[in-house]
């Protein structure tokens, strides 16, 4: 009866999803009773993986029963394949008289208070009482197996706590030293083991063999490279040659032997011992290299496990950090305590009965199922507040706000210095712009930020200035100046003095020294050359149609004075003008020209003039430009009137005029 079979699947996967979906709606205080739901879900996540596979097989059909099934119920005697069913039924009832019928409505509901006390007690047989239910590692064992291994006895015994800060760190002892040592490559596989399952009991929900297969394909892909940290191919260590020093020590590779003092090795060789060891090593050369294949394979098996097991740990410790910090914090906090105050903390866990936990069902049901807190102090890992003298301890009743985190409010000293290196802290600072987050501890203004952001650039910036100004240069006159100032007044001297151009329409007299540095104006017409030997300042024929003058267009001239410079210059400060005092732009489309616009732009610096009644200097520019931009090539004025004219105050905000190097 197959299709009674995958009606059966089907309610069963419908139940579970049902039970597990009423399950990850309750939110249970105590991490006990979370850790217990989660383990649930697991199991009919399990269980659902395992049903669909069934009803696929079903589905896949590959013995064609179900088709034939289908097929005797749609074209057979209906009555007569009912009947068939009937007796199958009591067939199997007569031979199973005593069967109970699966209820799964009831399998899959909620535990009763008994049940539930069943489940807890399991989950508190996963754990050992110094995990607190899966909040803390427990890795004492495994610091006294790390404490005994022996390539590590003539090192400094670590703490506890220093173990807890350094178990993962793999730097020390060298290569050949972890491949001798059993010891060391036990310990590696036992702190894997127990990181693994400490994830697999405190994390039942997540997809480890996912996580884990990641890891990998990772390590695999950095051992390719040889690129996996402490295993690099520069780290390789070989052995030392014969009479090379090792260490501290000479090595005689012939007797596997070293020695502290070069006498003493000099000594040796003139040994019996050695000569006979040189040449049992000689006769067994031909030996030797047939088994150096095998031997370094052997070896490179062996660093692929020792890495392969200190990568895996060091990867399962980055997913656990939070576990990791709540074990120093943990074992720092118990240090403090007395040998009662441990037991009666010890009972306090495990001191929770039937009937409390029936007691506190039948609060929950009743709506009641709060816990007196009329202090509102914070909840322990129980769910119960914590003592009032720990509360005043860490002052949780301070309250400290930071307007960079969005004014969250942290409770306690403790949590808000600690909250400086934690990612809402360092992701508000660069919300701001702010990248050197460990410069701004302790400033929680978002005011206070940017001002010592802005000081600290400003600072920067001086630095920098400082530092191009710590070099001097003198010149032939001997006038000290900066590196900076020298070379680019030696540029320009260049360009005016030795006339070394070959650009069109660029001159030594449109070259600008400013405080930036070396400046060249682009206006009117120019021809690249540079590939050129002689000189091509005429005739040229590629032109910049926005800024020439009228008269190029109108007469078709090959060759034109500084009047039409003065023009494009008259363009040039015509949009500057524009931009600086009348914060507007013109309107300039493609192909935009000057000349074939001068109306509009007579009549915008009329607007100007108008606009500018009080401001001289203003009205004095947009006059200026007025004239320079005339159609009459011969009524503009000539440049040293324009030089004369521009007498401009660096001051008054229209520092657009620089002074050309003479």
Known sequence: MLLEDQRQLHEDLERLEDAAAERLLDDPPHIRDRLARDHDIARFLEQIE??????????????????????????????????????????????????????????????????????????????????????????????????????????????????????????????????????????????????????????????????????????EELWAKEEVPGWEKDNAESAPANGEAQGEGIWCSACKKGFSKETVYENHLTGKKHKKALQESQNGAQDTKQTNSTSADIQRFKERAIAEREFRIKKLVAAMQTERSDTKVNVERKQGMTERERQQELEQLYSETLEDGAKDDDKDSDGEGTI????????????????????????????????????????????????????????????????????????????EAEALWRKIQKDKKKERALAENVVEMEDNEGNVMPEKVYRDLAAAAYLHDDRMIKHKQIKPSEVILSSNGLWMTYFGWFLDISELSNSATDNGLTISAKYHASERASRGKRYYGRSEDIFGLGCIYSEMMYQIVARISAQQGKGYTHYANLYQVEKELEMLLKSNQGNQRVRHLAQLIKTMMVRDDEARPRNSEVVNVLDVDFQDGLSFFGACYP
């Open 372 to 447: 007196a807190n009329p202090l509102k102090l914070p909840l322990a890992w129980d769910g119960k507040p914590i003592p009032f003298w720990l509360y005043k301890l860490h002052g949780l009743g301070q309250e400290l706000p930071c307007e960079i985190c969005g004014n969250f409010v942290y409770k306690g000293r403790r949590a808000f210095d600690k909250h400086f290196n934690e990612p809402r802290h360092i992701h508000g600072l660069k919300c701001l712009g702010i990248t050197n987050a460990t410069l701004f501890r302790e400033i929680t203004s978002i005011e």
């Open 50 to 219: 395992s049903q669909s596979s069934r009803l696929l097989k079903i589905y896949e059909d590959e013995d064609g029963k179900r088709e034939d099934e289908v097929r005797s119920l749609a074209h057979g005697d209906t009555m007569e394949s009912f009947m068939q069913q009937i007796a199958e039924i009591r067939d199997f009832h007569n031979r199973y008289p005593n069967e109970p019928v699966e209820n799964l409505e009831k399998v899959y509901k909620k535990r009763s208070p008994e049940d539930q006390m069943q489940s807890i007690a399991a989950i508190g047989s996963m754990f050992t009482g110094e995990e607190g239910f899966g909040r803390f590692f427990d890795l004492s064992t495994l610091h006294v197996q790390y404490s005994n291994i022996d390539i590590l006895r003539d090192k400094r015994r670590l703490s506890y706590l220093q173990f807890l800060d350094h178990f993962d760190v793999f730097t020390p002892p060298e290569r050949q030293k972890k491949l001798k040592s059993e010891d060391y490559f036990r310990w590696l596989k036992a702190m894997q083991d127990y990181l693994e399952n400490f994830m697999r009991r405190t994390k039942p929900l997540e997809n480890l063999e996912k996580l884990f297969a990641n890891f990998d394909k990772e390590f």
